[in-house]
């Protein structure tokens, strides 16, 4: 049976790859290290699982509204109040089946064929799969890591076509950990603004930011900036719910009608009981909340020191999300490796220390490291990263 030309196209995400060949590992017995779990490795919060056990018995089983709950979205109008400064209507907010599924809709109902959409390099590994799968084209615009991974508006007017539809800022970034300042936004969006661009804002790690910087959300720089904006978030890393797949996209009213109208065909609706248990996780000020993100602050500053020690390996700070984003071009050249991807396998092999190569976010010259897992775990991983490095000096 030949296949549709849109699937043959997909690459296949290699966070996900190198996640499972670590479990492969594992299962064979190997003491594995993963670095490349995006996601917090805390349970969700009990007030959120007693309200799921509660929504079950009280019998909130049942189909909902495609575009999600009234009350989960009044209380996502609250928290885009309350932290954002934004004021939305229900009727500009669909909650989705996770942020993952809020971008694939999006794009599935703003894309034609051929429509470009601009994607800052380093990117998340799923934005140019999704823009090609809706029959976009991705257009990558390169950031310099001088630049803390962040392109300019000179960077942004240099890539815009007549064919531009749309861009995507993702602050705080994966892989990267960076974020733009409320300066550098208001920038990006004059230009957005005078060339007509759709801004596609993912803010999904606005709550795991470990210095005095703020997030700011490019929507609410001004009105003209929020009717140009889809605001991209959900409740799996602010509250450790990645499975629960609870999202939500915020924007002009067409657009989140048509999204929902999509999903009305697609998923139907979010699982009612995710629902409700995210309606608990923003009805509540938790503080276990606050601890994960002191943890989360503790093993960057201390996994942070470890990596950069290591031989060939340099790196900028993140800010924010929880992972860090190192050039290991020297090391790679260093240890007789042709590439970053080469040199990852190795290390797995031999030290069984899972990293992801930056090739799959278009930075072939970095990796990703997440931090998503206990301290001992990041030291003895760094230990044994420096110990490869060290033993195939050429």
Known sequence: MQLSKRVETLTPSSTLAITAKAKELKKEG????????GEPDFNTPNYILEAAAEAMKSGMTKYTPSGGIIELKEAIINKF??????????DE??????????????????????????????????????IKLAGGNPIFLQS???NEFKITPEDLKKAITPKTKAIVLNSP????????????????????????????????????????????SIAALSPELKEQTVVINGVSKSHSMTGWRIGYAAGPQTIIKAMTNLASHSTSNPTSIAQYAALAAYESNDASLSKMKEAFSERLNAFYDLI????????????????????????????????????VKAILEEEKVALVPGSGFGSPENVRLSYALGLDDLVEAAKRIKRFVENHQS
């Open 30 to 37: 190997h003491d594995v290290i993963g670095l490349g779990a």
């Open 81 to 90: 109040q309350d932290d954002n400064q934004l004021r939305y209507s229900t």
């Open 93 to 130: 907010v669909i909650i989705t089946t996770g942020a993952k599924h809020a971008l694939y809709t999006l794009f599935q109902v703003l894309l034609n064929d051929g429509d470009e959409v601009i994607v800052p390099t380093p990117y998340w590994v799923s934005y140019p799969e999704q």
């Open 144 to 146: 310099s890591e001088e």
């Open 173 to 216: 970034s994966n892989p990267t950990g960076m974020m733009y300042s409320k300066g550098e936004l208001e920038e990006l969006g004059k230009v957005c603004l005078e060339h007509n661009i759709l801004i596609v804002s993912d803010e999904i790690y606005e709550k795991l930011i470990y210095t005095a910087d703020q997030h700011v």
């Open 308 to 343: 950069t020690d290591i031989p060939g390996i340099t790196c900028k700070k993140p800010k924010g999300a929880f992972y860090i984003f190192p050039n290991v071009s020297e090391a790679v050249a260093m240890n007789g490796f042709s590439s970053a991807d080469d040199w």
